[in-house]
Nanobody, 119 residues
């Protein structure tokens, strides 16, 4: 049974930092792509970043490039999203997700973590 559990959300002032964690279980990690998505109130869910579990290669949305960093800890089966220089427009529920490398769409999703950035 696959489980993804996010933690680390909260309230922060603009310019501040937060780190989200996603603890994963039940996956064959080396064959997975893991990602972060977010959904702001009244908006569609959008892609934030992804990482290949086997190679560590990363990819970011333009809106977060240079401010956010995705990483993983193989020993802890945990993925992270370090968010720096946060802006009010980063306010959203952040979700971690996973898919097999051969699959186009993400199959497994966490429950979400609220991130609120005040101006």
């Amino acid at each position: 049974q696959v489980q993804l559990v996010e933690s680390g959300g909260g309230l922060v002032q603009a310019g501040g930092s937060l780190r989200l964690s996603c603890a994963a279980s039940g996956l064959t990690f080396n064959s997975y792509i893991m990602g972060w998505f977010r959904q702001a109130p009244g908006k569609q869910r959008e892609f934030v970043a992804r990482i290949s579990w086997s190679t560590g290669s990363t990819y970011y949305a333009d809106s977060v490039k240079g401010r956010f960093a995705i990483s993983r800890d193989n020993a802890k089966n945990t993925m992270y999203l370090q968010m720096n220089t946060l802006k009010p427009e980063d306010t959203a529920v952040y979700y971690c997700a996973g898919r097999e490398m051969w699959r186009n769409e993400y199959k497994y999703w966490g429950q979400g973590a609220q991130v609120t950035v005040s101006s």
